[in-house]
């Protein structure tokens, strides 16, 4: 059986990143088809798996680890869907990064810190306990460092990966201060008898924190769910501490597509997916994950409009869509219980699909035309034609746009994944403004759609119609890289016909642990005009930059000029990176950390301890030990003989 292999989900990865390490340099690509093949294997058991446990099964397997604590797997309808999605999405990304890494010196490098990456995501994933699933998030963040400083050499790319670093630190200790908050109120809880763990259980496993909810005081469980959530937004690039991610394009296109795409940026989500019934019990918390995550959308999709790097666009659509699976989970979590984790979820391998389509697609522009800036491409189409399909079917579910045929009568929709997951979030967050009057999560949701769709649709035109604003000569990706886009084109098409089979899947996850989650009754079908709403935004959108990129219909160099204020705070994203680096990294690293510091090591180190304790100390033991060193070997013999025959005379002593 598949289910007695799971371990090796995780570990094959491991031994590819051992092996490509070692002996990457003395293979062909670099070593690339040791990782390669080992993210085969684990989709591989991961799909054999899903095979075995589907519909209704859950596999456990716990080893004892240390003071009440275990190392542990947790298979269930929620993890396999997300092992199925970054074993297969990952396996993509190497492939297509033999062709795009061809020709780097570090081939070797770089694959076996990806197997290590994608090794680590998936032990996320597997995690049956908050422990182990920090320390595997842990590793996550450390390969990201090192993953978007690959280029070391470069300034850009070492300040990226620093940033991403320490900026994620923030999130990981608020995560950490949330574990450490909620040991204490289990043990408390356990000490006092006011709950059992039953026997085979570990305090920090998942199931043992959702059955000790009831005990747990509210307050103390509200505060535990906003540090988890804390550490989401460290990782899932949730405003405030989204800035890293736009910098994190220093690193290879196929780098940004992992982290964007399968890995590290979808923990976050998954964390509070995973943590969910802990959520539902803490509704004030879930409150601020609904607005945090529609204003991000919003927030970023502005930022997206104005970026001329065509990773930059991307990223900011990747920080604005995770704010929609976050918005998710907060709005439908509080109108419709159970099902929003269906509705995310679904949403975050939607967005896998598209954006590791987006991000691959961008890629192989790059390869072809050797620049970033959108500004000095155009005309690509009739020479990457390929590339340019493909990317635009990833534009088209991104938007969210297809043929609602049902709300004409007819059976089924014509539509991209994305269609069906981000309409599902948006008439979730309309139902939570139904039932509680608050439609502000609603609003920001159907601006963020607008604003998706003219700044994808813009990249596109800019970069394939019109004529080549450059000299230099494009040409199509090799097959290496191309057949990727097209598998990857067929799921963001395709996957979102398993709508309603996925959400049926995923609803009953926490049931099948024996864990309440409520589900409220959904409300009447909205009006017509809701439900088109989100397509009309993603139709308007599309026009919009047909107009102005493709037909040239408005002279945009009025508007794009520092000169247009609102222009300027946009493509000065805010002012955010000079905020940071003046108050985070001038005001409290050099202000406060430094100064402190230089006090500590001036004042009290050498002033007061080594001046007048240490310092003194050693010179009068040094006056003492100089009379002693005479320089006169006789003298030395002497002090030797003395020594050995005191010890003579204590062993006699001794056996007497």
């Known amino acids: 059986m598949f289910s007695d292999y799971a371990a090796l989900i995780v570990l094959l990865p491991v031994i590819g990143?051992?092996?490509?390490?070692?002996?990457?340099?003395?293979?062909?690509?670099?070593?690339?088809?040791?990782?390669?093949?080992?993210?085969?294997?684990?989709?591989?058991?991961?799909?054999?798996?899903?095979l075995e446990i589907y519909p209704d099964k859950v596999i456990q397997q716990s080893?004892?680890?240390?003071?009440?604590?275990?190392?542990?797997?947790?298979?269930?309808?929620?993890?396999?869907?997300?092992?199925?999605?970054?074993?297969?999405v990952s396996l993509l990304i190497h492939i297509y990064a033999v062709g795009y890494?061809?020709?780097?010196?570090?081939?070797?490098?770089?694959?076996?810190?990806?197997?290590?990456?994608?090794?680590?995501?998936?032990?996320?994933?597997?995690?049956?306990?908050?422990?182990?699933?920090?320390?595997?998030?842990?590793?996550?963040?450390?390969?990201?460092?090192?993953?978007?400083?690959?280029w070391y050499h470069k300034p850009a790319a070492a300040a990226a990966a620093k940033k991403a670093f320490l900026v994620t630190r923030v999130g990981d200790v608020l995560f950490l201060a949330g574990i450490v908050l909620l040991y204490v109120n289990m043990s408390q809880i356990i000490a006092s008898h006011a709950f059992t763990l039953p026997q085979g259980n570990f305090i920090l496993q998942f199931k043992s924190m959702f059955d000790a909810i009831p005990q747990i005081d509210p307050r103390q469980l509200t505060y535990i769910t906003l540090l988890f959530f804390g550490g989401a937004v460290g990782k899932s690039g949730q405003f405030p501490l989204h800035g890293w991610l736009p910098d994190a394009m220093e690193g290879p296109t196929t780098v940004s597509a992992l982290i964007h795409a399968a890995t590290m940026v979808t923990a976050g989500v998954y964390l509070v997916a995973r943590t969910f019934p802990m959520?539902?019990?803490?509704?004030?918390?879930?409150?601020?994950?609904?607005?945090?995550?529609?204003?991000?959308?919003?927030?970023?999709a502005t930022m997206g409009i104005v970026?001329?790097?065509?990773?930059?666009?991307?990223?900011?659509s990747t920080v604005s869509q995770l704010g929609y699976m976050m918005l998710a989970l907060g709005t439908a979590g509080i109108a419709i219980g159970a099902k929003a984790v269906g509705i995310s979820v679904f949403h975050l391998i939607s967005h896998a699909f598209f954006k590791a389509?987006?991000?691959?697609?961008?890629?192989?522009?790059?390869?072809?035309?050797?620049t970033n800036d959108i500004r000095e491409m155009g005309g690509l189409f009739s020479k990457m034609k390929i590339t340019a399909i493909t990317m635009i079917i990833a534009s088209l579910s991104l938007s969210g746009i297809g043929v609602p045929l049902i709300d004409l009568g007819i059976p089924v929709n014509i539509a991209t994944s994305g269609f069906f997951?981000?309409?599902?979030?948006?008439?979730?967050?309309?139902?939570?403004?139904?039932?509680?009057?608050?439609?502000?999560?609603?609003?920001?949701?159907?601006?963020?759609?607008?604003?998706?769709?003219?700044?994808?649709?813009?990249?596109?035109?800019?970069?394939?119609s019109g004529t080549p604003r450059s000299e230099k000569h494009a040409h199509e990706s090799p097959n290496v890289m191309t057949i990727p886009l097209i598998v990857l084109a067929a799921l963001a098409l395709l996957f979102g016909y398993s709508q309603t089979g996925f959400y049926n899947y995923l609803e009953k996850n926490f049931r099948l642990m024996n864990v309440f989650v409520p589900v409220h009754q959904e409300a009447s079908p909205p009006s017509l005009i809701i439900t088109l709403l989100p397509l009309i935004m993603g139709i308007a959108g599309l026009l919009i930059s047909y107009a102005i990129y493709h037909r040239r219909m408005l002279d945009m160099s009025k508007l794009v000029s520092s000169q247009n204020p609102l222009y300027k705070l946009l493509i000065k994203r805010y002012y955010e990176p000079g905020l940071s680096a003046d108050i985070i990294g001038v005001k409290i690293t050099h202000g406060v950390a430094a100064q402190s510091g230089e006090f500590v090591d001036r004042k009290i180190i050498d002033g007061l301890i080594i001046d007048n304790v240490i310092s003194n100390s050693l010179i009068k033991f040094g006056d003492v030990a100089k009379k002693i060193q005479t320089g006169v070997v006789q003298n030395y013999a002497s002090i030797v003989l003395l020594g050995i025959g005191l010890l003579v005379i204590l062993l006699m002593l001794g056996g007497a």
């Not at 062909?28 to 294997?41: E, K, Q, R, T, V």
């Not at 993890?79 to 297969?88: D, G």
């Not at 981000?422 to 403004?433: L, M």
Request: proline fraction near 4%; charge should be negative.
């Open 421 to 464: 997951s981000k309409d599902a979030i948006i008439e979730g967050a309309f139902e939570f403004g139904d039932k509680t009057g608050n439609f502000i999560p609603y609003i920001f949701a159907i601006l963020a759609a607008l604003l998706t769709s003219i700044y994808i649709f813009r990249l596109w035109f800019m970069t394939f």
């Open 101 to 150: 890494m061809a020709h780097d010196p570090a081939k070797p490098r770089y694959f076996a810190e990806t197997s290590l990456f994608t090794a680590a995501m998936l032990a996320v994933v597997l995690s049956d306990n908050v422990l182990q699933f920090f320390i595997a998030w842990e590793i996550v963040g450390l390969c990201s460092y090192l993953l978007i400083g690959f």
């Open 357 to 370: 389509l987006l991000f691959l697609c961008a890629g192989s522009v790059i390869h072809a035309v050797g």
């Open 307 to 316: 970026m001329n790097d065509i990773k930059r666009v991307l990223a900011y």
């Open 279 to 300: 959520f539902v019990a803490a509704p004030d918390s879930l409150l601020v994950v609904a607005y945090i995550g529609g204003f991000t959308a919003l927030f970023a």
């Open 17 to 50: 990143f051992v092996l490509t390490l070692f002996l990457g340099k003395k293979l062909p690509s670099g070593g690339a088809y040791i990782p390669i093949a080992a993210i085969l294997g684990s989709f591989i058991i991961s799909l054999g798996i899903f």
């Open 63 to 88: 080893w004892n680890w240390f003071a009440g604590m275990n190392l542990g797997i947790l298979i269930d309808p929620l993890a396999i869907v997300m092992l199925l999605m970054v074993s297969f």
